[in-house]
């Protein structure tokens, strides 16, 4: 049996003047980017420097909105109803569109951010905005959800093509939920820990949650931040672990129908 699995990163997060990660290093080792989309990070000179990038280095570009909130980072909750869910959204990804088109590149998928993620993926109101707004922007387009989530049960209910997320260097809680950043446990750091997790994810659908109790997991894409130091260390030892493990990577678009 064939195991795929793609390697995603968010990147061109910076604002203006403003620098965030390692965008050019880190898209070297990945097979898909979450491109921000100027609400929480981003602008478009940014947008279209790394679509031009992303072309040059033959991966797949994905929009990535968020909640409007640059100074925190789009990691702050808002009170959103969801129409603006719905409409925030598509404004976003069809700003990142008119990037994509102009260098006769394929949008991927979509990803929402921060605050915009944790609270879409199961608040069933939110989701199912999100959802009506894929349907009608572009049914191709593949949406990139966490893992077990409400909106990718939904999603492909509906026969949407989803992506099922899981985060090397992130710890879960037992809803399956992400562990806050704020407390223990949040954070993955030694690549010594993270490849044999991801490969139990990917082989065996299962993931020891925050209380040490084992929960299935369906890992479609590797979530990889590449804004620390050691982060192209970190995802280049995992990818180099799971090619180890005749696990093969590819982008999304090659495997979810």
């Known amino acids: 049996m064939t195991f795929y699995v793609d390697l995603n990163s968010d990147i061109g997060e910076g604002f203006g003047a403003y620098k965030m990660g390692m965008d050019e290093e880190i898209i070297k080792h990945v097979t898909s980017i979450n491109l921000a989309c100027g609400w929480h990070a981003g602008d478009p000179l940014i947008m279209d420097k790394t679509v031009k ?27 959103v109803t969801p129409e603006e869910a719905r409409c925030y959204m598509m404004y976003q990804t069809g700003a990142l569109m008119a990037f994509t088109k102009a260098y006769g590149v394929k949008l991927q998928h979509m990803k929402l951010h921060g605050g915009f993620y944790n609270t879409a993926c199961n608040d069933e109101g939110l989701a199912n905005a999100v959802l009506d707004g894929m349907e009608a922007l572009d049914k191709d387009v593949i949406l990139m959800v966490l ?4 909106i990718a049960k939904e999603g492909k209910r509906r026969g949407l093509r989803i992506s099922e997320e899981v985060f090397a260097d992130r710890g879960y809680n037992p809803d399956k ?4 950043r ?52 970190f995802v280049s030892e995992i990818k180099k672990g799971l090619i180890e493990a005749g696990i093969e990577i590819a982008p999304i678009d090659k495997f979810i129908k």
């Open 147 to 150: 893992s077990g989530s409400y």
């Open 182 to 233: 704020s407390l223990p446990g949040a954070f993955v750091t030694d690549p010594a820990e993270a490849i044999p997790r991801v490969i139990k994810m990917i082989k065996e659908g299962k993931v020891v949650a925050s209380n040490g109790e084992e929960m299935d997991i369906k890992a479609d894409s590797i979530c990889v931040h590449g804004d620390n130091p050691k982060a192209i260390e």
């Open 53 to 79: 990038m992303a072309k040059e280095q033959g991966v797949m570009v994905g929009a990535h909105p968020g909640y409007p909130d640059l100074l925190g980072f789009g990691r702050r909750n808002l009170s």
């Open 177 to 180: 939920t992400l562990v806050n």
